[in-house]
């Protein structure tokens, strides 16, 4: 997302530069950035050296807005540190306000997570501790943003759904909200250049694990697979060792299932018919859009504030009942029994998921800059 904007922002005359801080997921790595790229010196987040670099660099390349990409997390702590009240700062909320608290049942507690009996046991400690995990979670997303939103000027969200979530968290502040959704990933001559025929193939993108919960698709898939031989599942991601070797288990007597590992997802896009998600939770997923882009009809939970943003029920895609599998189940054999509804679908795909193109969703961050640019 960040990378399309860039390109779509210096487009227009922009000049964007990447400011790293470098933890887990931050992880360098060879990449065409479009922007010059610099990490932060500590691997200490809020030290005095990186609060230093911080400020200096903001002032060498005379920085007139931060956008906080963490603006659910802890380093925001950092980002909005600027030195100089007349650097504005947008922080960008990626997931729900709430992130995984009102499903950690579902997500983090309940799923086992391997085969092994010691993450049995494991998981009966996980529910006997639950009441305390889910307190101190809660807690922290409230000190979280008692912390950031009094001194971040704008909480940019992927929807105005989301607003009421945050209000639920720390009231006060919807003076500051904003939102704006994900541009689409993919540019018209990248979808005309990979077009291919579409095959009777389900798709799953994702990194395996909470909160994705990829492997209630291969479970229901065991069940499934083998009623429609003629079309197979594939699964397009990874996981940590443990949890791969877990899908492979499930998996281990459904022959039309496909584990394709970590690739581009496009020409898996381009050749599928129908695209699961099966997540707890998630901000605004990129990989529905995407397929969307590439005419595969999404089926997903109803489990998060944007998704009715994206999916027109029915129209475009289907939506299910938070986590109602027999449902979920029952929704997937309509679209593979119905080979003309689900063309029908696809097309409105294509159509419909046009509104986020990457030239609308900028014009709405170029809007957010002027209004910056005039406040006080």
């Known amino acids: ?48 050296e990186n609060i230093r670099f911080y400020h200096q660099y903001l002032q060498d390349h005379k920085i007139d807005v931060v956008i906080n990409q963490s603006g659910n997390f802890s380093d925001s702590e950092l980002w909005l540190n600027t030195g100089d009240p007349s650097i504005k700062v947008i922080s960008v909320l990626h997931s729900s306000p709430w992130v995984a608290y009102k ?17 049995k046991l494991k998981r009966i400690a996980r529910i006997m501790l639950y009441p305390r995990i889910k307190r101190t979670f809660k807690k922290q997303r409230i000190h ?3 912390k950031t939103l009094p001194i971040t000027d704008i909480a940019c969200m992927l929807s105005p759904n989301y607003y009421d979530e945050l209000d ?20 018209e001559e990248e979808l005309c250049r990979t077009a291919q025929e579409k095959k009777k193939v389900i798709l799953f993108v994702g990194l395996f694990g909470p909160p994705k919960r990829e492997d209630r698709l291969v479970k229901l898939w065991t069940k499934l697979g083998p009623l429609y031989p003629d079309w197979t599942l594939i699964m397009v991601g990874k996981g940590s060792p443990k949890r791969e070797a877990y899908l492979h288990y499930l998996a281990r007597k459904i022959p039309n299932i496909q584990f394709a590992g970590f690739q581009s997802p496009l020409p898996y896009f381009q050749q599928a018919r129908i695209f699961c998600v099966t997540s707890n939770y998630e901000g605004w997923p990129m990989v529905l859009t995407e397929a ?50 689900l063309q029908a679908m696809s097309n409105q795909c294509r159509e419909n998921v046009k509104r986020f193109s990457v030239e609308r969703i900028t014009d709405q961050w170029e809007a957010l800059f002027r209004e910056l640019a005039t406040s006080n």
């Open 1 to 48: 997302m960040t990378h399309t904007l860039t390109l779509e922002l210096q487009r227009r005359g922009y000049q964007v530069y990447y400011l790293i801080y470098e933890c887990s997921i931050t992880v360098k790595h060879v990449y065409d950035y479009p922007a010059p790229l610099t990490y932060l010196p500590s691997k200490d987040c809020t030290s005095k």
């Open 144 to 146: 979280h943003f008692q």
């Open 103 to 119: 499903h950690l049942w579902s997500s983090d507690v309940l799923p086992l997570r391997s085969e092994l009996f010691i993450e």
């Open 292 to 341: 969307m882009q590439c005419g595969t009809v999404p089926i997903a939970f109803n489990s998060f504030a944007a998704v009715t943003d994206i999916i027109h029920d029915g129209i475009d895609g289907t939506l299910v009942k938070p986590f109602d599998m027999k449902r979920y189940e029952c929704q997937l054999r309509t679209l593979m029994e119905n080979p003309e509804k």
């Open 168 to 187: 639920e968290i720390c009231p006060g502040y919807r003076h500051k909200y904003r939102a704006i959704a994900n541009p689409n990933s993919f540019t």
